[in-house]
C-alpha cells in the first residue's frame, strides 16, 4: 500500500490539505479596516469543510488500493474539490482592499495538492495497465 507511488502523492495531498488550516493564504487589510488579517482555512465555514472534504479524501483514497477505478474517481473528485477550493479562496480574497495585501508563499500548497492528484492518478493508471498487461499473458 506506501510502496505504490501514488499512495505517496495522496499522502503529501493531505498533508498539504491540513496544512492550509494552520498557514495563511493570503495577508491584508480586509473590507473591515482589521490590518493584518491573515485569510486560512478556518476563517470560512465552506473553506473550512471543503479543505477537510479534500484530505479526507486523499488519505481515503489511499485504503482503496484494491479497487483502482474508484481510487481515479476519487482522484479526480479531488481535483474537481481543490478547483472549487481555489476559487473561495478567490472569492474571499475579492473582500480584502485592493492593493494593501499579499499572497502568502504557502498558497502554493494548493497547487501542489492539484498536481498531486494528478500524480497520483497517473499512478493509478499505470497499475491498471501493468494488470491488464498480466491478465493478457495468462
Known sequence: ????????????????????????????????GITAYELNATENFLLMLTTT???????????????????????????VLEALLIYLYYRQVQLFVPGQGTYSLTAILHSIIVLAFVLAARGINKDSKIVKDSDRLR
Open 1 to 32: 500500500m506506501i510502496q505504490r507511488i501514488q499512495s505517496l502523492w495522496l499522502l503529501l495531498a493531505a498533508a498539504c490539505a491540513f496544512a492550509s488550516f494552520k498557514f495563511p493564504y493570503y495577508s491584508g487589510t480586509n473590507a473591515k
Open 53 to 79: 472534504a479534500i484530505g479526507v479524501l486523499a488519505l481515503f483514497t489511499i485504503f482503496l488500493f484494491k479497487n483502482r477505478t474508484l481510487q481515479l474517481r476519487l482522484c479526480v473528485l479531488g481535483i
